[in-house]
């Protein structure tokens, strides 16, 4: 187990959108908020030892939400630059382990992080989230595993040492990925 208290949340906002079309689909309205802030929400009583929110050309206000916002000016070299962004601000506040989250994944919740954080046994735990069937976000990462994910490149995002990785299954409903306009109408259906 780590405890949240020595681990940063890297919450990934940079993404280009490309499948959604011309609209930020993280300012998307759900249930009254923007899209990117359900996560967001959903995490604020989880006592994180610092929050990063890596973003690229957003209105989204980050920082009122606790978060240290950390810009990726170069967006189309894929996942790997924002998490790399992420990995460099966590060492530099001493983290054991971060919590990389997607910002356009509504509906994960505190518990489920805490399962995450419950399943990593130690600095080269790698944890990650499933359906059952597929590996993806929110995951986690020990401090031994930081030098490997920077490395990365392009929009792999760590995904190899993900599927490598421990898994914690949640509800398929709670890992709902919005990625295109019929994501976000699924969505609004399972409310």
């Known amino acids: 187990m780590i405890a949240?208290?020595?681990?940063?949340?890297?919450l990934l906002a940079a993404g280009r959108s490309q499948r959604f079309g011309e609209t930020d689909k993280l300012r998307e309205?759900?249930?009254?908020?923007?899209?990117?802030?359900?996560?967001?929400?959903?995490?604020?009583?989880?006592?994180?030892?610092?929050?990063?929110?890596?973003?690229?050309?957003?209105?989204?206000?980050?920082?009122?939400?606790?978060f240290q916002v950390l810009v990726n000016d170069d967006p189309s070299d894929g996942m790997s630059g924002s998490v790399k962004l992420g990995i460099a601000a966590a060492r530099s506040v001493g983290a054991d382990a971060v919590v990389i989250a997607l910002a356009d994944m509504p509906r994960v919740t505190a518990s489920h992080i805490y399962r995450l954080l419950d399943a990593a046994d130690g600095s080269d735990a790698v944890v990650a989230s499933s359906n059952g069937v597929h590996p993806c976000p929110p995951a986690v990462f020990g401090s031994d595993q930081f030098e490997a994910?920077?490395?990365l490149e392009g929009d792999e995002g760590g995904r190899?040492?993900?599927?490598?990785?421990r898994h914690v299954i949640a509800p398929e409903g709670e890992l709902l990925d919005i990625d295109r306009p019929e994501d976000l109408e699924r969505l609004r259906k399972l409310r």
């Open 149 to 151: 994910l920077l490395q």
């Open 160 to 165: 190899e040492m993900v599927r490598a990785g």
């Open 29 to 66: 309205v759900f249930l009254g908020k923007p899209l990117a802030y359900h996560v967001v929400t959903a995490l604020e009583g989880v006592p994180f030892k610092a929050r990063f929110a890596v973003v690229s050309d957003t209105e989204l206000d980050f920082t009122s939400r606790g």
């Open 4 to 10: 949240a208290e020595n681990v940063a949340l890297i």
